[in-house]
């Protein structure tokens, strides 16, 4: 499995961006679709999930109500809306593909960097 992660960039605080994960090769073997971040010296940290099927999702307290993960199964893509930005949301955002069941990720793709000015 192969993923290709997108839409970074800068923004201010307040505002919004749209990730775009996007999946090829073969992919029978995952059912979950993720969003991990690593801020600047910090460790990696989960922000969200969703199930391959698209019907359940899961998401870091730090997040809910901000950010929402979607996916679109005919594209294989997935999403991270993410609204209400706060400068602390500064990090590389990476998307991952693994197992719903013990969010356990085999694949990631390369990190795009979001910058939350204040």
């Known amino acids: 499995v192969q993923l290709q992660a997108s839409g970074g960039g800068l923004v201010q605080a307040g505002g919004s961006l749209r990730l775009s994960c996007a999946a090829s090769g073969r992919t029978f073997n995952v059912n979950a679709a993720g969003w991990f971040r690593r801020a600047p010296g910090k460790g990696r940290e989960f922000v969200a999930a969703i199930r391959w099927s698209g019907d359940r999702t899961h998401y870091a307290d730090f997040v809910k109500g901000r950010f929402t993960i979607s996916r679109d199964n005919a594209k294989n893509t997935w999403y991270l809306q993410m609204n209400n930005l706060k400068f602390e949301d500064t990090a590389v955002y990476y998307c991952?593909?693994?197992?719903?069941?013990?969010?356990?990720?085999?694949?990631w793709g390369p990190g795009t960097q979001v910058t939350v000015s204040s």
């Open positions: 991952a593909a693994g197992d719903w069941n013990s969010q356990y990720y085999d694949y």
